[in-house]
């Protein structure tokens, strides 16, 4: 599975983006797929994860209310719409894909490159 995250870019505080990750596997959707972030000088941490079919979904508790996980498996590609964004969540977003959606990295098989998201004060 190939993955290829998009859509960071520098926004100011309270401000929104949307970031997309396309994904090349025809089983796609038999995939749960997760967010990670990593900011600079800190380790990478779990932002959202979205179960096979949608139905299910998981976030770190700071971004609940801010963030919407979402996907598309006709489409290959799933979504995660952030708003009221915030300083803090600068950082370098990931996309992966395993076979469940858990808040580990460790249990996400492929991982896409990474897109930068800067948030200024």
């Known amino acids: 599975v190939q993955l290829q995250a998009s859509g960071g870019g520098l926004v100011q505080a309270g401000g929104s983006l949307t970031l997309s990750c396309a994904a090349s596997a025809r089983t796609f959707s038999s995939y749960a797929m997760g967010w990670f972030r990593q900011a600079p000088g800190k380790e990478r941490e779990f932002v959202a994860g979205?179960?096979?079919?949608?139905?299910?979904?998981l976030y770190l508790d700071s971004v609940k209310g801010r963030f919407t996980i979402s996907r598309d498996n006709a489409e290959n590609m799933v979504y995660l719409q952030m708003n009221s964004l915030k300083p803090e969540d600068t950082g370098v977003y990931y996309c992966?894909?395993?076979?469940?959606?858990?808040?580990?990295?460790?249990?996400?098989?492929?991982w896409g490159q990474g897109t930068l998201v800067t948030v200024s004060s």
């Open positions: 979205i179960n096979w079919s949608g139905r299910a979904t």
């Open positions: 992966a894909a395993g076979p469940a959606y858990t808040r580990s990295g460790t249990e996400y098989d492929y």
